[in-house]
């Protein structure tokens, strides 16, 4: 086994590797102009993002549809949980619209679990894409899609839109999920992926560190991966929302990110983005053009 730098979280104060960079700029203004105009709701400020000055400051957001309330209570995340009453049929075009108002050359776009919706707000996803694409033709989209809870026919409708990516991240390694994803399965994640990819996909996924996983468990989950069709993995370092989520377990160190990311390529990956500030939409312009 490799044995590579751990930080605990013994220590209070966060390593100096996990600074960010504070939101200013003209292009910053600009983009939270547009969102707030059209009462658009984004990852980057409901998910406590550390990117979100670097990617505003370069004019890109990642747009979050079928509101803002979750059905789900993962123990990792920002996003408010409860019974979501916001559906709005209109979204799609605002979303688009706002793309294109922005300029944006690749587009991100993820959403909240809609468990309670039949479709599992597939529709919306579905149009959210096809009108993107017709405003923006040369714009290209990830979308990055929670769980369907094994309803395929949504996850068709989902997918088949044009997005050049499809994103589905599994977030930590199969033993942590009772405790960091207890509405969520390993398993029906790993099929997900796979049937992304049979679709004819570029997937992708996504793993938080500092959880308490293994080395070895990091190892079998790209196994896992590779063996369900996954192209591209990110991974970065797990920040505690709030005192009420999941504790952080493990500061990792830079080397030991850079350590993943040459194993998962060694293990089959065709992309890995790996470092303590990485999150799925990370550098996402440059995942669109990895080789299916």
């Not at 509101?67 to 409860?82: E, L």
């Not at 309803?151 to 068709?156: D, G, P, Q, S, V």
């Not at 969520?184 to 938080?208: C, N, V």
């Amino acid at each position: 086994m490799i044995e590579l730098p751990v930080i605990t979280s013994e220590r209070k104060k966060r390593p100096d590797w996990l600074r960010v960079k504070l939101p200013v700029g003209p292009e910053y203004k600009k983009v939270r102009t547009i969102v707030d105009t059209n009462k658009l709701h984004t990852i980057c400020e409901s998910g406590n993002c550390p990117n979100m000055g670097e990617c505003w400051g370069e004019g890109t957001a990642t747009f979050m549809i079928l509101g803002n309330v979750c059905t789900r209570s993962c123990s990792f995340c920002a996003v408010a949980t409860g019974r979501p009453n916001e559906y709005d049929v209109d979204e799609p075009r605002r979303v688009a619209e706002a793309i294109k108002t922005m300029g944006v050359k690749h587009a991100v776009i993820t959403s909240v679990n809609r468990d309670e919706l039949k479709d599992r707000g597939a529709e919306i996803w579905h149009q959210t894409v096809v009108l993107t694409k017709e405003l923006s033709p040369s714009t290209t989209i990830e979308t990055l899609i929670p769980d369907t809870k094994s309803n395929w026919a949504a996850l068709e409708r989902m997918i088949s839109a044009g997005q050049e990516v499809v994103s589905h991240n599994v977030e930590t390694v199969a033993r942590l999920y009772r405790a960091v994803r207890p509405q969520a399965k390993y398993e029906r994640s790993l099929e997900q992926i796979r049937r992304t990819k049979d679709f004819g996909k570029r997937t992708k996924s996504g793993i938080m560190l500092g959880l308490g996983e293994t080395q070895d468990e990091m190892f079998q989950a790209m196994d896992d991966l590779v063996a369900h069709g996954l192209d591209i993995l990110t991974l970065g370092q797990y920040l505690q929302p709030t005192k009420m989520h999941h504790e952080v377990i493990e500061w990792i160190h830079p080397e030991t990110f850079a350590m993943y990311r040459e194993e998962g390529l060694k293990r089959g990956l065709k992309y890995v983005e790996s470092g303590p500030l990485v999150r799925s939409s990370y550098h996402s312009e440059r995942h669109v053009n990895v080789p299916i």
